[in-house]
């Protein structure tokens, strides 16, 4: 049987669609590479054997590089986390808004966003009143070591 363009259009549709139902992120592939070999049918005619092998290899490419670059998280491995030391936060300088006091967090904001927030929790050796302008020297878990700037 030979397999008509609209069939691999409607397929692919079918399959977009269902990935909807199927919240996987992981149909969607084969629906998209339905649909890409509904496109090359209208350009150039391919038997059914041919069509079936590049529905396979175009949909388990799409599912490879999405577990390879987007799933792995390579690209949120090259953000700063929470309890890592980044460079650019070393030495950053802000204004307590809660004074540290012996055995006690305070807090320190920032003008523009370190980490993702622009308030943490901080730390220091000695107490610092609120108002004091403070730098960053340390990443401690959740919160930041600070000394008065």
Same mark, same amino acid.
């Given at each position: ?13 079918? !399959?977009?669609? %269902?990935? @909807?139902?199927?919240? &996987?992120?992981?149909?969607? #592939? ?6 890409? /070999? =509904?496109?090359? !049918?209208?350009? %150039?005619? @391919?038997?059914?054997? &041919?069509?079936?092998?590049? #529905? ?6 799409? /599912? =490879? ?85």
């Amino acid at each position: 049987m030979d397999f008509e363009w609209w069939h691999w259009i409607v397929l692919g549709i079918a !399959l977009v669609i %269902a990935e @909807l139902a199927v919240p &996987a992120f992981f149909v969607i #592939w084969f629906g998209l590479g339905a649909l890409l /070999v =509904g496109l090359l !049918l209208l350009v %150039a005619p @391919l038997g059914a054997t &041919a069509q079936i092998g590049l #529905w396979i290899v175009a949909s388990v490419a799409m /599912v =490879g590089l999405w577990f390879r670059v987007f799933k792995s998280g390579e690209y949120l491995r090259s953000r700063t986390q929470v309890g890592q030391s980044d460079g650019d936060t070393l030495g950053e300088i802000g204004l307590m808004t809660k004074p540290t006091e012996a055995f006690a967090r305070g807090k320190v904001r920032f003008q523009k966003p370190v980490l993702g927030a622009e308030e943490w929790e901080c730390v220091a050796d000695a107490p610092i009143a609120m108002g004091e302008r403070v730098r960053v020297v340390a990443i401690e878990g959740s919160f930041l070591k600070v000394v008065k700037a």
